[in-house]
């Protein structure tokens, strides 16, 4: 495959099945390597379309600076496109994120304003709203609530999907600004009469629900529970175990929010051989182990792991 | 047997800093009836006008209620509630 720029190799990600892990031929589980885009993660997709958007709207212009609140992901692949594009980019993160993250966001370029650990990414959406409006020439792309966000699935993951499993009976993916499952699951719902869409929605530890009172939770603006068949929420520890089960049974070496989407996926599948019913259950791999090294997450016994992952966040 | 009841940090005030509670009932709605008995002014925490409050998520063994059948959803002795609070991810 042949592209112009690096940017412009961004999706046509592998879908690969899980012989191992699937409980049978008719109940089958495959899993869409979205670490193989350009700067390793799904958020390449998102990043890329909300960018592009932003230049058809008149808003981005050579020398524009750019402002997101990201635990990572995002802000790497929108580092990459600035750095290629001329922007220079601010990302507001929470500071109990890994040091992996850091490094690759200051490598592209990115400068890093950090929020406090407690609260995690509702601070760091909060701090960023607040520097927004210190800085009105600043262009905050705004993943929770920008529609080009869940268009990116819409127009590139969701077909790509189809085309390469015309069975599909269930999509799982993490559920963070939502995008992925918005853009994913309304295009799906449009064509495939029943398929079930599901979120798995990671539980972290404690200090990421530290708010100081209930009224401070935050909903991305993106997100319509219609699109949803369920949502579960996944402890870091069926997460870390299915993260080390994946790289055992399939040798596929992925971070820990693709464990927490595999586990909410093996559920299903659990569902459908006790239903006696056919299943093409497509996961999202939403980003490589590399960045997760740090944290200790592949290494010791589970409990170990669980304990050094206390107070991250992790996907 | 009774239902586990997870509560979140920034509630635990209300369940003089218990993690987990006890409770019964045959529904969502009629076990936190039950902890408001056990401990007051949990309930409005949890539910305004009839509904769950919108950044409070209930998970019936991991599974958000508001899938299942919101506070009617059923409920039975074995079963883990978890309460959190709505969180940003990405």
Redesign the interface.
């Known amino acids: 495959m042949r592209f112009d720029s690096l940017i412009h190799s961004v999706g046509r990600t592998p879908l690969v099945g899980l012989p191992r892990l699937s409980p049978s031929d008719e109940v089958r589980i495959w899993a869409k390597l979205e670490d193989r885009n350009p700067t390793g993660s799904i958020k390449d997709r998102p990043a890329l379309w909300m960018i592009e958007q932003a230049e058809k709207d008149g808003l981005l212009r050579p020398g524009c600076t750019i402002l997101e609140?990201?635990?990572g992901n995002?802000g790497i692949s929108l580092a990459m496109s600035a750095r290629l594009k001329g922007y220079r980019l601010i990302c507001v993160m929470p500071e109990n994120t890994s040091e992996e993250r850091r490094q690759l966001l200051r490598m592209w370029g990115a400068e890093i304003i950090s929020s406090p650990a407690a609260?995690?990414?509702?601070e760091?959406?909060r701090v960023a709203k607040g520097l927004a409006a210190e800085h009105p020439d600043w262009i905050m792309l705004y993943?929770?609530g920008n529609p080009a966000n869940w268009r990116s699935h819409y127009e590139s993951t969701a077909p790509e999907i189809l085309e390469d499993l015309p069975t599909v009976t269930h999509f799982v993916a993490?559920?963070?600004?939502t995008g992925t499952l918005m853009g994913v699951g309304r295009f799906l719902r449009e064509r495939v009469p029943g398929v079930q869409i599901v979120?798995a929605?990671?539980?972290?530890g404690?200090l990421?629900?530290?708010?100081?009172?209930?009224?401070?939770?935050?909903?991305?603006e993106l997100y319509d529970?219609s699109v949803?068949?369920?949502?579960?929420?996944?402890?870091s520890a069926d997460a870390l175990a299915r993260t080390r089960e994946l790289l055992a049974a399939e040798g596929i070496f992925a971070g820990i929010s693709t464990g927490c989407a595999l586990h909410a996926a093996l559920g299903m599948a659990r569902k459908a051989v006790q239903a006696g019913e056919r299943a093409d259950i497509v996961f999202i791999v939403a980003d490589g182990g590399w960045k997760y090294l740090s944290t200790g997450a592949y290494e010791g016994t589970l409990g170990e792991a669980e304990d050094r992952l206390e107070g991250q966040l992790w996907? | 047997m009774a239902i586990e009841v997870r509560i979140p940090t920034i509630l635990r005030t209300y369940t003089d800093g218990a993690k987990a509670v006890d409770a019964s009932g045959g529904t969502l709605e009629e076990l936190i009836g039950d902890l408001e008995s056990r401990h007051p002014g949990l309930r409005a925490r949890l539910v305004d006008e009839g509904k769950l409050r919108r950044f409070v998520n209930v998970y019936l063994n991991d599974e958000d209620v508001r899938f299942l059948g919101g506070l009617g959803t059923p409920v039975a002795d074995g079963d883990t509630v978890t309460v959190l609070p709505a969180v940003a991810g990405g």
């Open positions: 609140p990201t635990s995002t609260g995690g990414s509702n760091a959406v993943q929770y993490g559920l963070g600004t979120a929605e990671p539980r972290y404690e990421v629900y530290g708010l100081r009172n209930v009224d401070e939770g935050f909903i991305p529970a949803l068949t369920t949502r579960y929420s996944v402890t996907a």
